[in-house]
């Protein structure tokens, strides 16, 4: 088996059972606070497309990915009993259309009692007898699935799970390492073609060759935005017309390993001049509030820092002028960084548990005025999470400022020169440290 440049798999290979026995500790918590004795973890079923017969890509639950790095196995049953060796039920089917599921191979086997299914009436066998002292976690959609299970994802099992994923273990943070270092041979691929004038289309497709993923193999769809199209944050088409002129380019791509992500956002001028400045100054902008990470933090606070550095950056580069107070107040940072600061990332891209007090599903909201950030938990040592502040054009909400006090602190001249540029992001994926952080990302980069 060929084994990727940017994986450490003997440094995986040592920590996965580490990460399995801290995984047992979380669960056997989630199973005291839901009375239960058993979790039962589903990896889910594909889904049907409406009316035809092919699928949705499979995606699997990433409570089960949580504990094996198996992206492909729907049908799968984790097991676990406290006190016993997790039982994998390995669903195996025979069938001449597909690929089945390889055979359990890598360093996680050893930790599990594996038993190879061929049927799902077979899964049945492997189960707990007790059903109703089992929780079943997963996306049940059929009875057939739950076994006689009835309880299904319990809330008080989940919130506890859910807050302690915020927290990465060795073995994962291993694993966003890889897939940091995974998106950045992409990145660098995209930036090439970018400067050599491709399109949208053609940038995406150089960057899925670098990475080695295929379209549904992508933590998220890719952002490829050229020029305007920067200004749309969550752009969703890779245009394959080449645009008349190359000025900017917004990359936001990432890279799984195992399941987990990384989420890396970068922006290029074309030519140096005041744009490719001001992406320079917004770099340094962006290294400065991740300067800012470390345990204890709160999150939100950074959020609106990152508010006052944007102000201060409109200032100086007279996009609009105003105390920083007087353009937040105003709304007018809230026009062109419309946006949350970061969230946590893992397994999931806008990884779980983001707005969690606490691990019994206590809830902080976003601060008044930023309904978007997704993170408001203060930081804790080993969570990773996305330093993304942004900088855009976006006339649908400089419109809402007519009339304001706001819209007449904006420059209109100098918005008009920043338009065909679309916007800038500078995207970093950060562990927290007790003091500081590790940057995923610019080391990966490095
Ligand atoms: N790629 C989506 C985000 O940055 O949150
Ligand atoms: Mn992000
Ligand atoms: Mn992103």
Redesign the pocket.
Known sequence: MKISSYIDEPALAAAYPSHVVELKARHDRALERAGANHAVIFSGAPRGVFLDDYNYPFKANPHFISWLPLIETPFCYLVYSPGEMPVLIYYQEKDYWHVPPASPRGFWPEQFDIRIVHSLDDVAKHLPVERDKCILIGEIDSAAHAFGIERVNPVTALNLLHFQRGVKTTYELECMRAASRRAVKGHRAAAKAFNAGKSEFDIHLDYCRAVGHAENDLPYGNIVALNENGAVLHYQHQSQVKPDEHRSFLIDAGGRVHGYAS?ITRTYAKTDGEFADLVKRFDQLQLELVAEVRAGVDFADLHLLCHVKIAELLNETGIASGSPEALIDSDVTSAFYPHGL??LLGIQ?HDVGGHMGDDTGTIIDPPSGHPFLRLTRILEADQVL?I?PGLYVIDMLLENLAGSPGHRMINQSKLDWLRPYGGIRI?DNVRVLAEGCENLTRDAFA
């Open positions: 989420d970061g969230h891209v996305t993304e995207e």
